[in-house]
C-alpha cells in the first residue's frame, strides 16, 4: 500500500484528512495555492504534514486527495499538474456546490442530474484514477467517526477497480463502512447526497448524522 499522500486543498477536508492520514502512518503533503494560508496549515497539521502548492502535493502524492471548492476543481487539476496525476489513485472529496444560496435548507448545484463533477474531472485528467470518498458526510466525521459502535456507510465509485481496493482499504483504517456504487457515472448519485446530507443542518436539526446502508 503505498505511503505517500499528497493533498489538493487547504480547508478543512483537506486539513481533516491530512492529520487522519498522519495518524494512520501516512506521509502528507498539503498544497495550497494561497502563499498566506502556508503557516497557518503547518500549525492545523501540527507540523507534521509538509506544505507546499498545489503541485507539490501532486508530485509527491502516491495517493492523491483533491478537496477544493467544487467550482474551482477543474482549476486546481490544471494547476496541480495533469500529467502529475497520470496513473494514480485520486480521492475526490468535491461536491459541485453552486454559489447560489441554498433554497429552503437544499443546497444549489452547478452540474445537471445526468452529469457530475466527477466526470468533468475524470474526463480532464484521463489518465488519473479517480474515485469518489468523503463526498457524502461532515468534515467532523470523516476520520474516526463514533456513532455508538455503529460505523457510518461511504458510498464510493470510479472506473479503476485498483483505485477503489486503495481507497477501500483507506476508509476501512479510518473507520467507515464501504459501499462501492460502480463506475464514475454512480457520481451523479453520490454527489447530490450531500444536499440530502446539508439539510438537516441548514434547518435548525443540527450536523451530527451519517447515512447507513442496510443490508440483508
Ligand atoms: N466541509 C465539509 O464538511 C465537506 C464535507 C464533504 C465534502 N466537502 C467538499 O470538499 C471540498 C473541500 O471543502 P472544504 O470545506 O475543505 O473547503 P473549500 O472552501 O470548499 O475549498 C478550499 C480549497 O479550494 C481551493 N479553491 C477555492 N477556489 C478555487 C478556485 N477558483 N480554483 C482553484 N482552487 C480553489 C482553495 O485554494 P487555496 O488553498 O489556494 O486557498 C482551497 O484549497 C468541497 O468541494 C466540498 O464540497 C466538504
Known amino acids: 500500500m503505498s505511503r505517500r499522500v499528497g493533498i489538493i486543498g487547504s480547508g478543512i477536508v483537506g486539513q481533516t484528512l491530512a492529520n487522519g492520514f498522519i495518524e494512520c502512518g501516512y506521509q502528507v503533503t498539503i498544497g495550497t495555492n494561497t502563499a498566506a494560508k502556508r503557516d497557518e496549515l503547518r500549525a492545523k497539521t501540527n507540523g507534521k504534514a509538509t506544505v507546499g502548492n498545489f503541485e507539490d502535493a501532486a508530485k509527491f502524492g502516491e495517493i492523491v486527495v483533491l478537496a477544493t471548492k467544487g467550482a474551482g476543481a477543474e482549476a486546481a487539476l490544471t494547476a496541480a499538474g495533469i500529467a502529475?496525476?497520470?496513473?494514480?489513485?485520486?480521492?475526490?472529496?468535491?461536491?459541485p456546490i453552486a454559489d447560489a444560496p441554498p433554497v429552503n435548507g437544499v443546497l444549489q448545484y452547478f452540474t445537471s442530474q445526468n452529469e457530475s463533477l466527477m466526470e468533468r474531472?475524470?474526463?480532464?485528467?484521463?489518465?488519473?484514477?479517480?474515485?469518489?470518498?468523503?463526498?457524502?458526510?461532515?468534515?467532523?466525521?470523516?476520520?474516526?467517526?463514533?456513532?455508538?459502535?455503529?460505523?457510518?456507510?461511504?458510498?464510493?465509485?470510479?472506473?479503476?477497480?485498483?483505485?477503489?481496493?486503495?481507497?477501500?482499504?483507506?476508509?476501512?483504517?479510518?473507520?467507515?463502512?464501504v459501499a462501492d456504487m460502480g463506475t464514475v457515472e454512480a457520481a451523479r448519485a453520490i454527489e447530490p447526497l450531500c444536499i440530502l446530507w446539508c439539510i438537516p443542518g441548514f434547518r435548525g436539526g443540527g450536523w451530527n448524522h451519517a447515512f447507513k446502508l442496510l443490508r440483508k
Open 84 to 95: 502529475h496525476l497520470a496513473g494514480k489513485t485520486v480521492i475526490d472529496t468535491c461536491n
Open 121 to 177: 474531472l475524470q474526463k480532464a485528467a484521463p489518465d488519473a484514477r479517480f474515485v469518489k470518498a468523503f463526498s457524502c458526510i461532515g468534515n467532523a466525521f470523516m476520520v474516526a467517526p463514533d456513532f455508538d459502535g455503529q460505523k457510518p456507510t461511504m458510498f464510493i465509485c470510479g472506473d479503476h477497480e485498483g483505485a477503489k481496493a486503495d481507497v477501500r482499504s483507506i476508509l476501512e483504517q479510518f473507520g467507515h463502512d
